[in-house]
């Protein structure tokens, strides 16, 4: 099993470096990086604040590292559906949870990776320009390590439904925070007049209950939203902070292992031929 | 060893109706068999084998294959290789990283030796570190042979058309090697469209069309059921009887054919016109006449069916 689990993040590693796709993209956010130092960047870097330089350098090379991390699960499935070569794995001794959890874990190794050499490149900064080191820079890192690998295994698990085209437009509105303004509205809606029609009311009611029942369902992406863009600004960590992104943590953990049983489950409901 | 009962496997289309691909499906391969599936094209037989396999879930009926139902990723899949049809591979990795892959989920773990030495027999040495989508087709046919011969713990092969794209040597070498495991009690499910190729190394054959088995035999009993033709070369003569199907006329010799019942009236004819006769010998049916005969029969009767009912 252990050995298996290794076969498998190595082929994953592999796909990884080798995608066409997962290249083109970190082709395009190095060119992106690229122009926005020489164009946006240079000037503030040698006038404004050392600390603000860290701070945007590290937030940006954070903000990549999402997009690479959260493209990795759908660009995989993608091109093994599209190749349809998961028959080979599967007419071998190896399940599919032993598959998707190799995946997973392909992901994580990827995600802290990027996200420690974020936290790398901040620490080197503080040395370099001799700015006092602030804690937030491994709470940021760390936050955002567990934001990606949410998003990217939940996009995993919708691109194993339905088609991954039809699972990065589902992820647009199946996010905490366009059902929460969902629910807002419609919560608001009925609480607006009395005077609805029977089926006027009646359609409202339903899509209170389905925007409730999906906002409860959906993974939370950003937890303690208002305490953690405060230390996202400030960088200075409070203790209880710390709690909140050790539940944080925690909470990633578990939500990562029911989405890869609930990809398994997929998996094994998709046609592999 | 391998065993299918009323099998029903049917499935949607993208915005189309549903599929039967196969309905009452039925067949039983024993161990040491070379067992050979044929089927003009869409017969179901690709259809058949992810279905044997576990691959695909049969809407009715029951699938056995060492007395146990497959699912994609089965402990039993360790005694079992399998060839696919088209070359769906991990085209990202080398020749070498997929074979190692492949070998690492049969839990081997084999030595660069042993790779080599595979690689070598196929032909693939000198390819071992290109990436698999740049490999010619046929080279993709042979990295799927190497895997299959990885599986030392092999009982069962599945091979789907596993001579697609194959040069002639290769294919020779192939079916030796095919023949040697088989020697050593390995089963082998073969599906093909090369006749020939099945006719020689099958010992057993089932005959499939529009998803269902129409004649499962030994191969040597099918070949002796449409054995019931002469072919005969004589002297040329006027009033051929009808009963000769003549095949080729010459200024020297008349050629054709004469059912077994109609053998000697034929030599009375002779006799009495005292034509000389240079050849008589029992016509050699070959796999690709039974075949030919068997599904075109089954559509002309359902043809006839269909044209009766309506």
Redesign the interface.
């Known amino acids: 099993m252990k050995?298996?689990i290794l076969?498998n993040i190595?082929?994953d590693l592999?796909?990884f470096s080798?995608?066409g796709w997962l290249i083109g993209i970190v082709a395009v956010l190095v060119l992106h990086a690229l122009l926005s130092f020489i164009f946006g960047g240079l000037i503030p870097l040698y006038h404004a604040n050392r600390f603000e330089n860290i701070q945007n350098i590290v937030g940006s090379i954070n903000n990549y590292g999402f997009i690479i991390v959260v493209a990795l699960g759908i660009v995989t499935i993608f091109?093994h559906s599209t190749?349809?070569?998961l028959?080979?794995?599967?007419?071998?001794?190896?399940?599919?949870?032993?598959?998707i959890f190799s995946l997973f874990l392909s992901i994580a190794i990827v995600a802290i990776l990027i996200f420690f050499l974020s936290f790398l490149t901040g620490s080197l900064l503080f040395v370099i320009w001799k700015v006092p080191y602030q804690p937030g820079l491994i709470f940021v890192c760390i936050k955002e390590c567990c934001e990606a690998m949410i998003m990217s295994f939940f996009l995993l698990l919708l691109s194993l439904i339905v088609h991954p085209l039809i699972a990065v437009f589902l992820i647009t509105v199946l996010n905490e925070s366009s059902l929460y303004y969902i629910c807002l509205s419609v919560r608001a809606a009925l609480e607006s007049t009395s005077t609805f029609s029977f089926w006027h009311a009646f359609w409202l009611n339903i899509s209170k209950s389905v925007s409730e029942i999906l906002y409860r369902t959906v993974p939370i992406i950003n937890p303690y939203a208002e305490k953690f863009n405060e230390v996202v600004k400030s960088w200075l960590v409070l203790s209880e902070d710390w709690a909140h992104l050790t539940v944080y943590v925690l909470y990633t953990m578990v939500a990562s292992w029911l989405m890869a049983i609930f990809s398994t489950e997929a998996l094994?409901k998709k046609?592999?031929? | 060893m391998i065993e299918a009962k009323n099998v029903y496997v049917s499935?949607n289309r993208t915005f189309r109706r549903r599929v039967t691909a196969l309905s009452d499906f039925n067949l039983t391969v024993k161990p040491g068999d070379i067992f050979g599936l044929l089927g003009p094209n869409g017969a179901g037989k690709?259809t058949a084998i992810?279905t044997l396999?576990g691959?695909?879930k049969p809407d009715y009926g029951t699938v056995r294959v060492m007395g146990e139902h497959l699912y994609?990723?089965?402990?039993?899949?360790?005694f079992?290789s399998?060839l696919?049809e088209?070359a769906?591979?991990?085209?990202?990795?080398t020749v070498e990283?997929a074979i190692?892959?492949?070998a690492?989920?049969?839990?081997y773990?084999p030595s660069s030796k042993q790779i080599k030495q595979l690689l070598e027999t196929f032909g693939l040495d000198e390819f071992r570190q290109l990436?698999l989508s740049h490999c010619s087709k046929g080279m993709k046919q042979k990295v799927g042979l190497v895997?299959i011969f990885l599986n030392h713990n092999a009982k069962i092969m599945f091979l789907d058309e596993p001579t697609r794209g194959l040069d002639p040597l290769t294919t020779v070498q192939f079916r030796d090697m095919l023949l040697e495991k088989n020697k050593n009690g390995v089963t082998i499910f073969l599906n093909s469209h090369i006749l020939s190729e099945v006719e020689m190394i099958c010992n057993r054959v089932a005959i499939m069309d529009r998803g269902h088995v129409i004649i499962e035999d030994e191969l040597k009993s099918l070949l002796s059921r449409k054995q019931n033709q002469y072919e005969v070369e004589f002297e040329p003569c006027t009033d051929i009887p009808g009963y000769v199907f003549v095949t080729a006329k010459t200024d020297s010799s008349v050629k054709g054919l004469i059912d077994s019942e109609r053998l000697y009236d034929f030599f009375d004819f002779l006799k009495q016109r005292k034509v000389k006769l240079y050849i008589c010998a029992l016509k050699k049916t070959t796999l690709e006449h039974v075949f030919t005969s068997i599904v075109k029969g089954t559509s002309n009767e359902k043809k006839d069916s269909f044209e009766h009912q309506s």
């Open positions: 050995r298996k076969s190595k082929a592999i796909f080798r995608n091109s190749q349809r070569c028959k080979m794995v599967f007419t071998k001794p190896c399940l599919p949870d032993v598959w094994k046609r592999l031929i | 499935y690709s992810y396999l691959l695909l994609p990723g089965s402990s039993l899949f360790q079992i399998y696919p088209e769906h591979y991990h085209l990202y990795l990283e190692n892959y492949y690492e989920l049969y839990g773990h990436k895997q």
